[in-house]
Structure formats: C-alpha cells, structure tokens
C-alpha cells in the first residue's frame, strides 16, 4: 500500500535512518525537522510504501514545479529496504507518483537513477520512462556544520 505521508511521526523518522544509508552512503538521514519540511511543502510529496504488516518498507519524494514551459514533476530518492526488494513497493511507489503527477497536470515526469541500480533501471523503463540523451551537471556544494543542505 502506498500512501502520502501527511505527518512526521516517530515510525516515520525511523523509517528513514534506516532507508537513507540504503541510497546514499554521503547523504544523513533526514531528522524530525527535514521531514516536516519536506511534508508540508507545496512543491513536494512524499510517498510512502507499506508492506502487508503495516511497516514502511520504501519511500519516494515527488516534485511538482512550474517552469515557463509547463508545469513538471520530478521523482527523487527512490528507495526500497533490500529485505522487501523484488515485492512490487518500488513499482507502486512510482506507478502512484506517476499518477499523481499525471493528475496534476505534468507535462513530463522526470527521475535518474544510476546505472549501477540495475533492477530499479529496468523498473523504470518496463513503466514506459525512457534513458534520455542529455547531459545532467551538477554543481557538488559543501554542506554547512549542522550537516543540513
């Protein structure tokens, strides 16, 4: 089952120093006030999935922005706790975020994904999401003290 987390719970925060470490080895897990953060903004929804005993075993954030050129969504931080891979959360995660931001209005749903993650590679291209011919830069920048960015 997929649902918006609509408020940042204890469960919630736990969940996420669990799955984050999962993602990224140079990224902290986001705290209490990150994650309130993120659930109250207008741009963003984060998605959690739950497996049949109720925990959260994957989670998705999806960003909605208008541009010039449309309104656009954009999915990040997928991640799946490697004990439920291969049971269909990372597809109901993007199947419900492609929804929503069809929903929405977008003209385009956009996500990378490193090559190194073959299973969700093949995922994203079985759900109709095609490897682009672009060039993506990234401007990598220090994080202050506290951690946060």
């Known amino acids: 089952m997929v649902a918006d987390a609509t408020e940042v719970t204890p ?17 902290p897990p986001p705290g209490h006030t990150e994650l309130v953060e993120i659930v109250a903004s207008p741009s963003s929804i984060l998605l959690v999935a739950r497996d049949g005993s109720g ?3 994957g989670s998705l954030t999806l960003a909605l922005f208008r541009v010039p050129t449309g309104l656009r969504a954009w999915i990040e931080d997928v991640v799946v706790d490697e004990s439920a891979r291969g049971a269909g959360a990372g597809e109901a995660l993007v199947r419900a975020a492609t929804d929503r931001a069809l929903a929405a209005g977008a003209r385009s749903i956009d996500l990378t994904s490193r090559p190194s993650r073959e299973a969700a590679n093949r995922l994203y291209a079985r759900l109709g999401f095609e490897l682009r011919t672009t060039n993506v830069y990234r ?7 506290d951690g946060r960015r």
């Open 11 to 27: 469960e919630l925060v736990e969940s996420f120093a669990r799955l984050v470490p999962q993602l990224s080895s140079s990224s």
């Open 55 to 57: 925990n959260i075993v």
């Open 139 to 145: 401007l990598a920048v220090e994080p202050p003290a």
